[in-house]
C-alpha cells in the first residue's frame, strides 16, 4: 500500500458524459501527479500539481481539467467522454515535487466509456 | 517532444539468472532524470531505481542496477538473480526542467520469469 488513495476504484459511464476522479496523496505529500494508461496511448502523463499550483503540463486534452485543493487532494475532471477515454487513470504523489522525487502511485481508477 | 523507446515489448529469463531490459531516449538537454518503474498484474506502479544524467556513476538498488551510457543515449536495466516477484511490465521513463518537468514514458517491456 503506497498511501496514496484514489477513488472511485471503477467507473462506468457513457459518451458524452461527465466525471470527477479523486485522489487522496501521502500524509506530508505536497505533490500530486496524474497519468494516463490506455492501450492506444500507452502511459501518458497528463498534469501535475506543487501545493495547489499546476507545476508541469503533459499530454492533457482541453476537455480535461485538474485541480489540487487546499487541503492537498486533488481531482481530475473529465468531460464530453469519448470511447478513447476509456483507460486506467493513475495518481502519485511525491514530497515535493522536484524532478528526483520518488512518486508513489496509487492504484488507479478504471474508467470504462460505452 | 523527447522520445523513449524500449525495443523489446517481451522478455523472458530463468529464475535466478540475469535479464537486461533496454531503454534508449532522443534528447538535446544536457541535464536530466531517468527513471525505471515496475508494474506488476495488480497494476501498481512503482519505482525500481532513477539516475541523474550528471552523475558518471551508475545506479544501484539491491539486484537492480543500470548502464547509463550518456553519449549513446542509453538507459538499460539489469535484474540480477531474477525472482518470480519481478513478473511485471518494466517502463524506462525521461524527466527534465528543460522539457517543463514533463515525464515521458516508453512502451514498456513484459517480463515473464519463469520458474
Known amino acids: 500500500d503506497s498511501g496514496v488513495t484514489q477513488t472511485p476504484k471503477h467507473l462506468i459511464t457513457a459518451t458524452g458524459q461527465r466525471v470527477t476522479l479523486r485522489c487522496s496523496p501521502r500524509?506530508?505529500?505536497?505533490?500530486v501527479y496524474w497519468y494516463q494508461q490506455s492501450l492506444d496511448q500507452g502511459l501518458q502523463f497528463l498534469i501535475q500539481?506543487?501545493?495547489?499550483?499546476?507545476?508541469a503540463k503533459g499530454n492533457i486534452l482541453e476537455r480535461f481539467s485538474a485541480q489540487q485543493f487546499p487541503d492537498l487532494h486533488s481531482e481530475l475532471n473529465l468531460s464530453s467522454l469519448e470511447l478513447g477515454d476509456s483507460a486506467l487513470y493513475f495518481c502519485?504523489?511525491?514530497?515535493?515535487?522536484?524532478?528526483?522525487?520518488?512518486?508513489?502511485f496509487g492504484p488507479g481508477t478504471r474508467l470504462t466509456v460505452l | 517532444a523527447q522520445t523513449v523507446t524500449q525495443s523489446q515489448p517481451e522478455m523472458s529469463v530463468q529464475e535466478a539468472e540475469t535479464v537486461t531490459l533496454s531503454c534508449t531516449y532522443d534528447t538535446s538537454e544536457s541535464d536530466y532524470y531517468l527513471f525505471w518503474y515496475k508494474q506488476p498484474p495488480s497494476r501498481q506502479m512503482i519505482l525500481v531505481i532513477r539516475?541523474?544524467?550528471?552523475?558518471?556513476q551508475n545506479a544501484t538498488e539491491n539486484r537492480f542496477s543500470v548502464n547509463f551510457q550518456k553519449a549513446a543515449k542509453s538507459f538499460s536495466l539489469k535484474i540480477s538473480d531474477s525472482q518470480l516477484g519481478d513478473a511485471a511490465m518494466y517502463f524506462c521513463a525521461y524527466r527534465s526542467a528543460d522539457s517543463g518537468n514533463q515525464f515521458y514514458f516508453g512502451t514498456g517491456t513484459s517480463l515473464t520469469v519463469i520458474p
Open positions: 502519485a504523489s511525491s514530497v515535493t515535487g522536484a524532478l528526483d522525487n520518488e512518486q508513489f
Open positions: 500539481y506543487y501545493n495547489g499550483e499546476e507545476r
Open positions: 539516475q541523474e544524467a550528471y552523475k558518471q
Open positions: 500524509s506530508g505529500d505536497l505533490s
